[in-house]
């Protein structure tokens, strides 16, 4: 059961009884090369009383290349730290293709770097009959690139037909944020491969397993908190993989996106920035049909959600969240106030 529906101790911060940490980077520490406000000295807070990992679905760099970025914003990671998409995508190379294995990459250094390290060789064209294909996110990839997957996933027959090579896209992210905005992300690239191919891929990031088994394994956590900023992936896939879970909204996933949540894609935990993580988090109380958190109060009323009481910050936010997923009514049937999209 959520926190946000369970009873907690006053006083409790997200962080109590949690024996790693499991950040996103992307809209969570940075948007494009710049620290998002407060996450930088929060991390660095976390990380003095437990190990902090980092998970990346972004494939276009190595574990010490991100590391490095890391560093010069001012945290202190080593190589280890960081958990990428590619290294989660060779457990499910493993099981199919043998070191020494030819694989076709579309993608950049992040997944060359992982191949080598596990004596796999590398290349980019279709023309050397590749044992398999590995695809991730880099911005520099093209239709030329695209097209050699397809190629050498159509070379033992037809879209669609048996028989072809393994496939493994690193992620299935449909956007990525970027320090001018939201540009498209590694699903639309799968999904331009998809098309040529008449195939789907298996998938190694968020919110697939592997990546969270992955940091899981690495860092012995029983009982880690992961922090994302994206309900589709990182969100998803925690509570796929039964662990707890902290939406931060400083990157994709806004306020709009928290209320109208399904069941499987809803955090834990809900704060603005990550001084979220060290602050109290409110008990959910529930009094004559409407959800307090806070001094915030809202019920529904039919199909009307009624705000009782504003209350402070973020808290009319929490409340509302716990009041629609409660109610049983999809969002769309329900009038909500504009202002808690804000």
């Known amino acids: 059961m959520s926190p946000l529906f369970a009873s907690r101790r ?29 996450a ?22 190595s574990d010490e290349q991100v590391a490095a970025h890391l560093t010069a914003l001012g945290l202190k990671p080593v190589a280890r730290d960081v958990v990428t998409s590619p290294q989660a995508a060779m457990r499910l190379l493993a099981a199919s293709a043998r070191p020494g294995a030819l694989v076709l990459v579309v993608g950049g ?5 992982e191949l080598e390290r596990r004596g796999y060789r590398v290349t980019r064209s279709a023309d050397d009959a590749p044992d398999a294909v590995v695809q ?8 030329r690139e695209l097209a050699e997957a397809a190629f050498a996933l159509n070379a033992h027959g037809g879209p669609g037909e048996p028989g072809g090579i393994p496939w493994i896209a690193t992620n299935m992210d ?12 590694n699903g639309t690239l ?15 990031g968020k919110p697939e397993a592997p990546i969270f088994e992955e940091a899981r394994e690495r860092f012995g956590a029983a009982n880690p908190l ?62 004559r049909g ?45 009038d909500v106030p504009e202002r808690l999209y804000r």
């Open 10 to 38: 006053n006083g409790a911060t997200p962080l109590d009884g949690v024996d790693a940490v499991f950040a996103d980077l992307d809209g969570v520490v940075y948007a494009g090369p710049h620290a998002i406000p407060h």
């Open 40 to 61: 930088v000295e929060s991390l660095n807070r976390v990380a003095g009383s437990v190990p902090v990992a980092y998970l990346t679905n972004n494939a276009s760099r």
């Open 109 to 113: 250094d992040g997944i060359v770097t």
């Open 136 to 143: 991730g996110f880099h911005p520099d990839v093209g239709w």
């Open 174 to 185: 449909w956007t990525i944020p970027v320090e001018r905005g939201v540009a498209p992300g």
């Open 190 to 204: 799968v999904s331009a491969v998809h098309t040529a191919a008449g195939r789907f891929p298996e998938v190694a």
């Open 226 to 287: 992961m922090v994302g900023d994206r309900l589709d992936t990182d969100i998803r896939g925690a509570n796929r993989a039964g662990i707890s879970s902290l939406l931060v909204l400083t990157g994709i996933d806004r306020a709009k996106q928290a209320l109208a949540a399904d069941a499987a894609s809803r955090p834990d935990f809900i704060v603005t920035d990550l001084r979220g993580l060290h602050e109290p988090y409110p008990e959910v109380e529930r009094r």
């Open 290 to 334: 409407a959800v307090r958190v806070g001094r915030a109060e809202v019920r529904v009323d039919g199909r009307r959600v009624v705000v009782e009481r504003e209350g402070e910050g973020i808290d009319l936010l929490r409340a509302a969240c716990v009041a629609i997923w409660e109610c049983g009514t999809a969002i769309h049937a329900l």
